[in-house]
């Protein structure tokens, strides 16, 4: 992986710059993350909050939960950083919204518990029923 890291929404009016390596990447099964890309998974990064700059633009905030945030573009609609207030050093940000996405492999799913039963993947990563190795919970 070649640092940093860029990447921003579809219409380019956000951007943001990661300056080290994140912590892991998953692939997200949970109903609140299908919901809000329209897809039966997302791909995401895990990093330490400190190391992410916003380099153009700002995003807008959206409580999607009680626990949690989504940081968005207010133009385009792409969904670019989920948070939880109450971990503030760490954030996740969607791995697809990366310039060159390729750099990074997920190591595992998440909230399989929620998986859309007609979507596999092809793949034969570790799955978890809820939150991956590592969560607080």
Known sequence: MKLPLEGGCLCGAVRYRIDAAPHHADYCHCRM?????????????????????????????????????RLFCSTCGSQLVFREPADPGTLDVTLASLDDPAQIRPSHHIWTSSRIAWFETADDLPRYPERGPGSAD
Do not use: F, I, K, N
């Open 33 to 69: 993350c299908q919901r809000a890309a329209g897809a039966p998974v997302v791909p995401w990064l895990t990093m330490a909050s400190a190391d992410l700059a916003w380099t153009a633009g700002e995003p807008a905030v959206y409580r999607s939960s009680p626990a949690a945030e």
